[in-house]
């Protein structure tokens, strides 16, 4: 089939980078980790001693930390889309390992911090902060492994549409968390 008529079909779907349906998930995605944070915010202005009390025992350096691995991930993955374009695929492909990499990396922090929790009896059914932060973080963990699959995937099956709808979705992952890490950690 004709690429570019393959693309008309899908509107104003068709001008976004990648594949259009990765931009109907990206877009359903954003509004579920939307609707979490408007329930975290309000749960947290209704029960503010409770987050208040939350928050101190989270660790915003460790949080922090990952930020920066997950922008800098991002970033490796958008340079491995402009390699493609001028065609260095082993070096799209090195930058697609590094993002991955860095995936992993924010993974074992995440998971790192959860048995630090756990190890001190915070669980899922503490209170509505951790309730609702393990939920939140979680979700958010699930998307990041998801992320990293998809990057392997697309860094194995490397065309410059393949890499544009990957790193789109990467791109979605580190969004989000750059506006989770502050509703959660800080804010209070």
């Given amino acids: ?12 779907l068709s001008d976004l980078p990648g594949h259009p349906m990765m931009w109907v998930l990206i877009l359903t995605e ?11 915010a309000i749960t947290g202005v209704v029960h503010s001693d409770v987050f208040s009390a939350g928050r101190a ?7 922090g930390v990952n930020t920066l691995v997950l922008i800098t991930s991002g970033w ?4 491995a889309v402009e390699a493609r ?15 991955a990499a860095l995936g992993c990396v924010f993974t074992a922090i995440k998971v790192v911090e959860y048995a630090t929790k756990v190890s ?15 939920l939140a973080t979680g979700f958010h963990l699930l998307h990041v492994i998801l992320g990293v699959i998809i990057i392997a995937a697309v860094a194995m099956y490397d065309s410059l549409d ?8 990467w791109h979605m992952v580190d969004l989000v968390w750059v506006v989770m890490y ?7």
């Fill in 30 to 40: 954003t509004v579920t980790f939307g609707l979490l944070f408007a329930i975290f």
């Fill in 120 to 134: 001190v009896g915070i669980g899922l059914e503490t209170d509505t902060f951790f309730t609702l932060y393990f």
């Fill in 85 to 99: 374009v001028i065609g260095r695929r082993t070096i799209a492909r090195l930058l697609l390992a590094g993002a």
């Fill in 57 to 63: 025992q989270l660790d915003p350096v460790l949080g």
């Fill in 182 to 188: 502050p509703l959660i950690y800080l804010v209070g």
């Fill in 162 to 169: 393949n890499l544009k709808t990957g790193t789109a979705f």
């Fill in 76 to 79: 490796l993955a958008a340079l």
């Fill in 1 to 12: 089939m004709d690429t570019a008529r393959e693309n008309r079909t899908w509107g104003a």
